[in-house]
């Protein structure tokens, strides 16, 4: 039986690659995505997604999503990714998200803690400045 949840905690996770030269930085982000891609999904219970946060430097980070299969298709990814990048845009020069309000909501939190985390970009690469 499919449920939709009206509130879910996602947790999110950090990896820092900051510290690291430029090629180890690609082969860091690619072991994060390939681990992130073959942990599984516990279908009975949500989030069906994970959200990692990637600090390449100290401004620019990536966040690596990994979504189940079973809850987007193509349309929804595309969607969503275009929603990502709306928000970043707007948030980035101080403007409000143009995007409605959503009747469900989500909560972000950094791994281990309490507090809220505010996640405004997409799987690639996005700075404190803009997307370059």
């Known amino acids: 039986m499919q ?12 990896h820092d690659v900051s510290g690291l030269p430029e090629p180890e930085r690609e082969r ?18 949500a989030p069906l997604l994970r959200a990692t946060m990637v600090h390449w430097s100290a401004h620019e980070h990536r ?6 299969h079973i809850i987007a298709d193509e349309w929804s990814m595309e969607l969503l990714q275009r929603e990502i990048r709306q928000l970043y845009e707007a948030l980035a020069h101080g403007r409000p ?3 409605p ?3 469900t909501s989500m ?3 950094p791994a281990g803690s309490g507090s809220g985390y505010k996640a405004t970009c997409c799987s690639g690469s996005w700075h404190t400045g803009g997307r370059r």
């Open 3 to 14: 449920s939709v949840e009206p509130t879910v905690e996602l947790v999110l996770g950090e």
């Open 28 to 45: 860091e982000w690619h072991q994060v995505v390939q681990a992130q891609g073959r942990q599984p999904f516990d279908l009975a219970r």
């Open 63 to 68: 966040l690596l999503l990994t979504i189940h």
């Open 97 to 99: 998200s143009p995007l």
């Open 101 to 103: 309000a959503l009747p």
């Open 107 to 109: 909560r972000i939190l």
